[in-house]
């Protein structure tokens, strides 16, 4: 147990119990979420089509499931596995009516927190919940052991360089500042390094890892800026527009970054 748990539980009680199995339950930004979807779902085809027998894939911080049940439906011939912590969405997540993948309850930070090796790992801002960088790097250090030599680490998870160019950002058009929630730890830039040491190579992506740069600009800068007094915030066609008129990935204004590492012997 880490020394921020009771933040979390209470957090995903609480999102549990409001949103139960719908796609918002931990995410209320639907082009984020879709944009998720389709990072993990390429990265696994393009794994997974260079492979002879099936692959083993394990959602760690599987939330109520969703994800889950996407990738049961576009991977039919994979074996697939969920481990959650809160006690809430575990319930939710087994209940969904998962035909093939095996969910449990379990804690990341304990080493060997799944019962054999996978070939695929993916977490869906699950590391950011561990408040503390002792218990982000245990997490890590397990995922590694638990990957097969080959097996592929795929992440989207928050930074803090990219927060703070977003609120500068947010500054120039005297916006607040959006702040880190209670319940996340983002992190940081000498990532790659730390997790090179514990044999997870980082390699290239299919797409680049601030693909959401665009959206988040977007979003939290600039609707908010043009909006007029009493104008609609969310999911407009304002936005809808400009994410398809521009180029992704301009700038560094995520703090989700989606990355890709390989274990290496
Ligand atoms: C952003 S949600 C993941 C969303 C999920 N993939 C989905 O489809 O909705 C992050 C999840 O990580 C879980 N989590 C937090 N700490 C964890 C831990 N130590 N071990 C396993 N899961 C954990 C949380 O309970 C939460 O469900």
């Known amino acids: 147990m880490g020394k921020g748990d009771h933040i979390i539980l209470n957090h995903y009680e609480k999102l549990a119990k409001s949103f139960g199995e719908g796609p918002h339950c931990t995410m209320q930004d639907q082009v984020i979420?879709?944009?998720?979807?389709?990072?993990f779902t390429q990265e696994?085809?393009?794994f997974c089509e260079s492979k002879s027998k099936p692959s083993k894939i394990l959602d760690v911080g599987c939330g109520n499931g969703?994800?889950?049940?996407?990738?049961?439906?576009?991977?039919?011939?994979?074996?697939?596995?969920g481990l959650e912590f809160s006690p809430h969405l575990?319930?939710?997540?087994?209940?969904?009516?998962?035909?093939r993948a095996v969910v449990k309850q379990g804690d990341c930070r304990e080493k060997e927190f799944w019962p054999h090796k996978v070939d695929l790992v993916i977490t869906e801002r699950v590391i950011i919940n561990l408040l503390s960088w002792e218990e982000q790097s245990k997490a890590f250090?397990?995922?590694?052991?638990?990957?097969?030599?080959g097996g592929l680490y795929l992440m989207s998870e928050s930074f803090r360089t990219p927060w703070i160019q977003l609120n500068k950002g947010r500054k120039e058009m005297l916006m607040d500042e959006i702040p880190i929630s209670p319940h996340n730890r983002y992190l940081s830039d000498k990532l790659s390094s730390v997790l090179d040491r514990m044999g997870l190579k980082e390699i290239e992506g299919i797409w680049p890892s601030n693909y959401l740069s665009t959206h988040?600009?977007?979003s939290r800068i600039f609707s908010?800026?043009?909006k007029p007094k009493g104008g609609v915030g969310k999911n407009t066609l304002f936005l809808e527009f400009f994410n398809e008129a521009l180029p992704s990935g301009i700038g560094?204004?995520?703090p989700i970054l989606f990355r890709v590492f390989k274990k290496v012997a």
Request: aromatic content about 14%.
């Open 141 to 149: 250090q397990n995922i590694a052991d638990l990957l097969h030599e």
């Open 90 to 99: 575990f319930e939710i997540a087994k209940n969904r009516g998962l035909e």
């Open 44 to 46: 696994i085809t393009r």
């Open 66 to 81: 969703y994800l889950l049940e996407v990738l049961e439906k576009s991977f039919p011939n994979y074996t697939l596995g």
């Open 33 to 39: 979420r879709q944009k998720e979807i389709q990072f």
């Open 224 to 226: 908010g800026a043009v």
């Open 252 to 254: 560094n204004f995520s």
């Open 216 to 218: 988040f600009y977007l």
